[in-house]
T-cell receptor, first 112, second 114 residues
Framework: DTGVSQNPRHKITKRGQNVTFRCDPI?????LYWYRQTLGQGPEFLTY????????KSRLLSDRFSAERPKGSFSTLEIQRTEQGDSAMYLC??????????FGSGTRLTVV | GENVEQHPSTLSVQEGDSAVIKCTYS??????FPWYKQELGKRPQLIID?????GEKKDQRIAVTLNKTAKHFSLHITETQPEDSAVYFC?????????????FGKGTLLTVNP
């Protein structure tokens, strides 16, 4: 499968714990995006990488959130001290140009 | 920033009928407008897109129209089938410095009744 891969698919965590998600983009895609989707809403932009450089972070991304893309390949999104409001689907997407995103299947986070 | 409004939020049609979903955007600099289909529990999948230098684009039973002056674009699905049932999202992307970030509408739940 040459699509965008995300792990884990589901994560249940207790409030206050740290969680980390991984995204493996399509190999030739140099652009990588993280979005968050809550029930009944469209995906909301979180952050963007071009190669290994993080070029923008949304104001939705508080200081508890950090994302990395070492060597411009896979990316990780870490949430520290999780809160119930962090419960959502976290989607990763990649593209070769600025258009034509390919999304992964997402990681569904539930904070209890 | 960009704001995308999508209507209706739910749409129910009989198999074989047409379905139309409409979106408006606020940033006149937006120049790329994709549509995504998301089935329950699955990833959003790009089904069609249009750029601002084109007024209409068609792919089999799916077409998208764009009115730059009015800043709205629409998705048209003809001869609907039960497998078209899903949530559809429109999105817009501005040119210039923020030419990578898609702003999505809230989605339309389309139900095609057999």
């Amino acid at each position: 499968d040459t699509g965008v891969s995300q792990n884990p698919r589901h994560k249940i965590t207790k409030r206050g714990q740290n969680v980390t998600f991984r995204c493996d983009p399509i190999s030739e895609h140099n652009r990588l995006y993280w979005y968050r989707q809550t029930l009944g809403q469209g995906p909301e932009f979180l952050t963007y990488f071009q190669n290994e450089a993080q070029l923008e972070k949304s104001r939705l991304l508080s200081d508890r959130f950090s994302a990395e893309r070492p060597k411009g390949s896979f990316s990780t999104l870490e949430i520290q001290r999780t809160e119930q409001g962090d419960s959502a689907m976290y989607l990763c997407a990649s593209s070769l140009t600025g258009d034509g995103y390919t999304f992964g299947s997402g990681t569904r986070l539930t904070v209890v | 920033g960009e704001n995308v409004e999508q209507h209706p939020s739910t749409l129910s049609v009989q198999e074989g009928d047409s379905a139309v979903i409409k979106c408006t955007y606020s940033d006149s600099a937006s120049n790329y407008f994709p549509w995504y289909k998301q089935e329950l529990g699955k990833r959003p999948q790009l089904i069609i897109d249009i750029r601002s230098n084109v007024g209409e684009k068609k792919d089999q039973r799916i077409a998208v129209t764009l009115n730059k002056t009015a800043k709205h674009f629409s998705l048209h699905i003809t001869e609907t089938q039960p497998e078209d049932s899903a949530v559809y999202f429109c999105a817009a992307k501005a040119s210039g410095g923020s030419n990578y970030k898609l702003t999505f509408g809230k989605g339309t739940l389309l139900t095609v009744n057999p």
